[in-house]
């Protein structure tokens, strides 16, 4: 077990590492940023920003003699880093839970050998797989780089063989999938960690609604059946037990209008469709990350309050005018959260509130008044 006063670090300086910071400043231990920017949300707030690429060996050595552990806030840092840091030093999630959620290849594979059903798909890792592809798959069908993607990122939609052999060429000729577009009554999404004795605690789950493939708001408790819930729980429990994963994991569900229930793909980290837990839950999803990390027991995970949880995108910083957040905090019971991000770019994640409520129908009702008022 690692206790407070240690040093921890993180692999990557974006708002899941500034919020993991938070989390492990307030528990009493000192962190650690490893990210090649000048500016980071977490490597300015940490006790020690290395700048450095994340295959910077004197930065990995510093981290492997100071650091009692480390974790990273995003799946794609180098095996390798990985790897060497594993010889000295706790590395939770570990270097091939990561390797498999870094690909979706290796993910959706991994997944349904595990037993569990995900959105069918194709593998394409030549032109020829390409054409094979398409001729398989009704069209239209969505295909996605097998890695890099995150927020509908690398992802484009086909309609014809030639389609597809432009985006592959587009992409280089990168390892991508063809899979099938689900006909989604909702999206949902299991957060939970797991300690290294095996000990797990699952977030309640949440409905997720995204806008232009980025996550725009996620509601909790989810409007679905109670046997969805507990299939999703079950499914997300089981992907970590057979991963022997240590960490927070989460799990993004498609619930099909015929109330098939598919992996869509996990995330070694915290999620953003679980920041709804900082104010609505007894533990938060980083407060989990640093006990996890630590070897120490996760905290319970039950739901205080219904809560809507709203991102904030830099598209509302209008003529880069700042938003008028006091109409954030005339609600009493929203919560805003921001990263500290210096430039609002359209797409970009700034911050997220979270609006508790004793009713989900309240909860609702403000979120729908904080939208307009802050007009998005
Ligand atoms: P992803 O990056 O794979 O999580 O995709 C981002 C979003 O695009 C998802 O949350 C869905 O809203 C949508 N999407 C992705 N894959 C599919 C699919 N196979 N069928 C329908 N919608 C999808």
């Known amino acids: 077990m690692i206790y407070p ?3 921890l670090a993180v692999l990557g300086g974006g708002q899941l ?7 492990a400043h307030s528990m009493g231990y000192k962190v650690w940023v490893l990210d090649p920017a000048a500016h980071s949300p977490a ?3 940490a006790e020690r920003h290395l700048q450095a690429t994340y295959t910077d060996k004197d930065a990995l050595a510093e981290i492997a003699a100071h650091c009692a552990a480390v974790t990273t806030e995003f799946e794609n840092v180098p095996a390798s880093s990985l790897e060497y840091l594993q010889q000295f030093i706790p590395v939770r999630p570990s270097a091939s839970a990561l390797g498999i959620t870094r690909d979706r290849i290796l993910e959706k594979t991994f997944i349904q050998q595990a037993g569990l059903l995900t959105t069918p798909f ?3 890792t030549s032109v020829d797989d390409c054409i094979a592809a398409c001729e398989k798959m009704a069209l239209p069908a969505l295909m996605k780089t097998a890695q890099m993607g995150y927020d509908g990122k690398g992802q484009a939609l086909i309609s014809s063989t030639d389609d597809a052999l432009k985006h592959f060429e587009n992409q280089q000729n990168a390892d991508c999938i063809l899979e099938q577009i689900v006909d989604i009554k909702q999206e949902i999404s299991v957060v939970l960690a797991r300690n290294p004795e095996g000990v797990t605690q699952c977030f309640p789950v949440g409905e997720n609604i995204h806008v232009n493939g980025i996550l725009d708001t996620t509601i909790v408790p989810a409007n679905i059946n109670p046997e969805i819930e507990q299939q999703a729980i ?3 429990i089981s992907l970590a037990t057979t991963l022997d994963y240590v960490g927070v994991l989460a799990v993004e569900f498609f619930l099909s209008q015929g109330n098939q229930l598919l992996i869509n793909e996990m995330a070694p980290r915290p999620h953003n469709s679980g920041h709804y837990t900082l104010d609505a839950c007894i533990t938060d999803q980083f407060e989990q990350q640093v006990r996890t990390l630590c070897g120490l027991q996760p905290g319970a995970a039950d739901l205080l309050k219904p809560v809507v949880m709203l991102n904030i995108l830099g598209d509302i910083w209008r003529n880069e005018m700042v938003p008028d957040w006091n109409t954030v905090y005339r609600h009493m019971a929203a919560k805003l959260h921001l990263y500290g991000k210096d430039k609002p770019l359209s797409g ?3 911050g997220h509130i979270n609006i508790l409520s004793d009713s989900l129908s309240g909860a609702m009702e403000t979120s729908e008044q904080i939208r307009q008022q802050l007009g998005f």
Do not use: D, E
């Open 234 to 236: 079950t499914m997300a």
């Open 122 to 124: 194709l593998i394409i």
């Open 348 to 350: 970009r994640k700034m």
């Open 17 to 23: 590492g500034r919020m993991f910071t938070l989390a």
């Open 43 to 45: 490597g300015s707030i």
């Open 5 to 7: 006063g240690a040093i």
